[in-house]
Each structure stands twice: as structure tokens, then as C-alpha cells.
């Protein structure tokens, strides 16, 4: 393999090119990307970034790095076909760009539920650093808002614009919070963290309808809010994959190498549906952890050295005073045992499956978090009734 290209300047396009040559590759690499800024991190833009209302983006690499490691930085154009047979891609100016290997690194785009009246071009979202200069732009205007949408991104906008006296109603069509990813246990933790800051929270309720300054929820409430910001979740980019002719269900279907139905082709990050053995069957995850490990993945093997994806999941949210961390996938559990007094704002939710630990919940708890990682990673589960209690110190146990 001589050249490499990458599509995607995100986390994991970006991390795949820097992954490539800290491995040695000697090659041509390039990433092609639609966003014309020079690739940044999106976790602060809902965090640091909307807190400090700056206005300089947060670069995943200094400008130097891409020059000094020869890696060919083509921005603000996507790629429209990939030409498998002919091993090549055709960028939306009509460049053709010929490679050895390809690695999808598409990520995901907000979704957009169906609300009457929502129009995309007038509501706030918040996945590109325009989308949150926009956000931005407008803080000092805003006095209500209405968030669709109560998971990571909602909520930690939420728990920032209280902060700034921002009149807050989030609405989540499930019962809970964050239902994707917590036990039931953490979500009423979090209902109440959210709640005592003065959010109004709209549980197993959904917008109706969006008019002018007015949004209707099911049942029946009128909110008039100066913005609606969207957090509804994502959807990934596949497109030019499945035009391609690639296996792509809700992703694009890639082995535990982390390679599509076409051998010349990896799919990594948010847009790629992988087998693992921490969730159930073929999984697709949306976290700096999965983007930054399946491209060290895939790198590795690109240099000769493949080992199947086999990383542990963990995740991360700030939201307000609440640093929420997350080893491991909760879902399928069926037991959580609480350690610690949510009253002090530091405690742990340890899940279980048939009596085995699957994933730890942390909150203001980076220690907790840190043995639960190693204790996953590692295959080995704890006694439920070890981890409650909080006279044993967990560290000793690893
Ligand atoms: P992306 O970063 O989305 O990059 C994909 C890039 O590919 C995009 O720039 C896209 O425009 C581009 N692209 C798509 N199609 C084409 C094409 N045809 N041609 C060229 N370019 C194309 N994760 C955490 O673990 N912790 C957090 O606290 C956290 N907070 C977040 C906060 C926000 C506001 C957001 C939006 C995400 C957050 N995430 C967080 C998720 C994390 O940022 C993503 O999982 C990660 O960015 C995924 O990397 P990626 O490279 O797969 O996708």
C-alpha cells in the first residue's frame, strides 16, 4: 500500500492519518474533508466552548502538524462517488484521487425528528464549530429555550445556559434521560441534578409543533422560546458508501478489522457498525474512544500488524458540576448497585448482567472510573455487594 486516503477530517479521519505515521508508514496519505475548518474537537462545543463563549477553534492538530508529517490536508470540498474498481474518489470540484486504501471516517449529521414546522435552517444545532459559533452568537440574546432532545449534547447545554439564568425546557421523548446509554438508576440521578438547577424537564413527551416562537408539545404545553436547539441524536453518514455498493445498515457494516465488504475499504468512528463483544451482535458507538482506537486500528494494520478492534468503550459528559463517565455498555442489564451518597455529588452505578459487572456509571468520580476500566478491560467482574461498599477501597482489587 503506497497511498492511503482518508475521507473525513473529524476525529477519526485525523487520528487515522497521525495513527499511520506514528506506525511508520511511509506513504502518501490525504483527508479529504467537507468542513473548511482546520479539524477540531467537537466534545467542547457543547462544553468549554459555549462556557467561555470563544470564538477560536479547538484544533485537533496544530496547523504545522499536518506539513511536517506530509499529510495532505484538502478541506471544505467532500468526496461525491468512490469509484471501487477504478480505486479512486471524485471530490465535489471534480478532483479524482486515486488510492490503495480508503478509510471512511464520514462521522454522523444531526437528525431532525418529525416536528410540524420545524424548519432545519431556523432551529440551533450543534455539531460543527459554525454550529456553535451560532449558538454563541446568540447566548446573550437568549432568555428561553427549548432543547428536543435529552441526551449528552441536550443536556450539557442545558446545565450551561442555567448557568446564565437561561429559562431551560428540554424534551425527551423517552421516560428518562439519556435512556441510550444509563441504567435507569443514574437517569433519576441526573433528573434531579437537572431538575435542583431549575431546568424543566418534559419526559415521554415530544414537540409537536414549532410556529414562529411557539412549540407545542403532545401533551398540549405551549413553551414561547426565543431558540429551539436540536439534540435529537444522529445519523450516520453512509451515503456515499451504499452508493458504492458497501454492506451499510445504520452504519457501514465493517468486520473486526474494521473492514467493509470491500477489502480496500475501512469505515471508522461514528459511521462505522462493528461486532463487539461488549454490546450485543454489531454495534455503532459515537465517542472520541471508539474514533481515536478503531483508527490506531486500522493503522496498525495498514503497517502490517492487524489485531481485531477489541477495545473497551468508555464515554464522558459534563454537565454543569456533574462530571458523568462511563466504562462499559449498560444495555441488556438486569442489576445496579449504588455506591456512594448522590446527596455529596460524588457516587458510582455499578450495572450487571446474570451477576456479572457490565458497565460503571461515575459521577465526580474519576477513580471509580479508572478501576472500572481496568477491571472491564481486564474480563473481570466484582461482587455486587464489594461494590457498594464503600469502606473497600477498589484499587486494592486490581
Ligand atoms: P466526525 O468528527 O463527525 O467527523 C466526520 C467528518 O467527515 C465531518 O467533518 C463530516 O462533515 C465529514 N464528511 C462526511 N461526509 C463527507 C464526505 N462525503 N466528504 C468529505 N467529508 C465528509 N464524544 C465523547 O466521547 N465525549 C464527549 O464529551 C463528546 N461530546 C460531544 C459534543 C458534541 C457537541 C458533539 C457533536 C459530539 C460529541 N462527542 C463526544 C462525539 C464525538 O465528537 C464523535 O464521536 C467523534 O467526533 C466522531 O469522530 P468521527 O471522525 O467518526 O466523526
Not at 294 to 314: E, F, T
Request: hydrophobic residues 45%; glycine residues 10%; charged residues 20%.
Amino acid at each position: 500500500i503506497s497511498r492511503v486516503v482518508i475521507i473525513g477530517s473529524g476525529q477519526a479521519g485525523v487520528e487515522c492519518a497521525a495513527a499511520l505515521r506514528a506506525q511508520g508508514f511511509p506513504g502518501a496519505i490525504s483527508i479529504i474533508g467537507d468542513d473548511p475548518h482546520l479539524p477540531y474537537q467537537r466534545p467542547p462545543l457543547s462544553k468549554e466552548f459555549l462556557k467561555s463563549a470563544a470564538d477560536s477553534s479547538l484544533p485537533l492538530k496544530g496547523e504545522a502538524f499536518y506539513a511536517a508529517n506530509n499529510i495532505d490536508l484538502c478541506l471544505g470540498v467532500a468526496v461525491h462517488f468512490i469509484e471501487r474498481d477504478a480505486g479512486r474518489v471524485i471530490l465535489g470540484n471534480g478532483d479524482v484521487i486515486p488510492y490503495d486504501h480508503l478509510v471512511i471516517a464520514t462521522g454522523a449529521r444531526n437528525r431532525f425528528p418529525p416536528v410540524v414546522g420545524l424548519d432545519p435552517d431556523k432551529v440551533l444545532e450543534l455539531r460543527t464549530l459554525a454550529d456553535a459559533q451560532e449558538m454563541t452568537s446568540r447566548l446573550d440574546q437568549l432568555r428561553t429555550i427549548v432543547i428536543i432532545g435529552g441526551g449528552f449534547i441536550g443536556l450539557e447545554v442545558a446545565a450551561l445556559l442555567r448557568q446564565r439564568q437561561v429559562d431551560v425546557h428540554v424534551v425527551e421523548a423517552a421516560d428518562r434521560l439519556m435512556s441510550r446509554v444509563l441504567t435507569p438508576m443514574m437517569s433519576a440521578e441526573f433528573a434531579n441534578i437537572h431538575r435542583e438547577q431549575g431546568t424543566h424537564l418534559h419526559l415521554g413527551v415530544v414537540a409537536k409543533s414549532v410556529d414562529g416562537s411557539r412549540v407545542t408539545l403532545s401533551q398540549g404545553t405551549t413553551i414561547n422560546a426565543d431558540a429551539v436547539l436540536v439534540a435529537a441524536g444522529v445519523v450516520p453518514n453512509v451515503e456515499i458508501a451504499a452508493e458504492a455498493g458497501l454492506a451499510v445498515q445504520n452504519g457501514i457494516v465493517v468486520d473486526e478489522l474494521l473492514l467493509t465488504s470491500d477489502p480496500n475499504i475501512s469505515a471508522i468512528g461514528d459511521c462505522s457498525l462493528h461486532p463487539s463483544r461488549w454490546g450485543s451482535g454489531i454495534i455503532r458507538l459515537e465517542s472520541v474512544q471508539n474514533a481515536v482506537d478503531q483508527a490506531k486500528c486500522v493503522a496498525r494494520r495498514l503497517v502490517g500488524n492487524p489485531a481485531p478492534y477489541d477495545s473497551l468503550p468508555w464515554f464522558w459528559s459534563y454537565q454543569g458540576e456533574a462530571k458523568l463517565q462511563i466504562a462499559g455498555l449498560g444495555q441488556g442489564m438486569d442489576d445496579a448497585v449504588l455506591r456512594g451518597d448522590p446527596a455529596t455529588g460524588k457516587f458510582s452505578v455499578f450495572a450487571y448482567r446474570e451477576g456479572r459487572l457490565i458497565a460503571v456509571e461515575s459521577v465526580n468520580s474519576a477513580a471509580d472510573h479508572m478501576v472500572a476500566r481496568r477491571l472491564l478491560a481486564g474480563g473481570r467482574s466484582i461482587d455486587r455487594d464489594v461494590a457498594g461498599d464503600l469502606s473497600i477501597d477498589l484499587k486494592s482489587l486490581l
